[in-house]
């Protein structure tokens, strides 16, 4: 009951502290999610940055239909939460990733076949207690059975 009553306080207290900003065209966002679940999809033209703070929630972020603009990076933060993370082939991606308690898979095919001036996306992330999930590889889509 006292730890219920803890981990609802502390999520006020996150939602206050970080609030989300940007759309699907932003070149830069800010995502917070506490104690729900939600989807992003970014089209921007030149993505710089996102931050993304999940709190006993989940979030699946899907940064295959934007473009890189130099320099680019994701910082993610996820509490007793779930991040996954979509990206496309054609982006290298560096990934420094610390998990306590929790899991991390990172799913990149074909990195070391991308040319020299591939766009980087670097990803800085932290997870406590949780899962963070990236992949380049596209979403499987099922069709009707007969």
């Known amino acids: 009951m006292l730890f219920n009553v803890l981990a609802m306080i502390s999520g006020v207290i996150v939602k206050q502290l970080v609030q989300s900003e940007g759309d699907e065209s932003s070149d830069e966002f800010?995502?917070?999610t506490v104690m729900y679940g939600s989807q992003f999809s970014s089209k921007a033209?030149?993505?710089?940055?996102?931050?993304?703070?999940?709190?006993?929630?989940?979030?699946?972020?899907?940064l295959s239909h934007?473009?890189?603009?130099?320099?680019?990076r994701l910082t993610l933060?996820?509490?007793?939460?779930?991040?996954d993370v979509r990206v496309p082939p054609h982006w290298r991606i560096e990934v420094t990733?610390?998990?306590?308690?929790?899991?991390?898979?990172?799913?990149?095919?074909g990195q070391d076949d991308l040319p020299l001036d591939a766009p980087v996306l670097t990803?800085?992330?932290?997870?406590?207690?949780?899962g963070l999930g990236i992949t380049n590889v596209p979403k499987r889509t099922t069709s009707p059975t007969p």
């Open 123 to 130: 990803v800085d992330a932290r997870t406590i207690m949780g």
């Open 30 to 32: 800010t995502l917070a």
């Open 66 to 72: 934007a473009a890189l603009a130099p320099h680019a």
């Open 97 to 109: 990733s610390e998990v306590f308690a929790g899991d991390s898979q990172v799913q990149l095919e």
């Open 45 to 62: 033209e030149a993505f710089r940055s996102g931050s993304l703070v999940t709190y006993m929630g989940g979030v699946e972020l899907d």
């Open 77 to 83: 933060l996820t509490v007793m939460g779930g991040v």
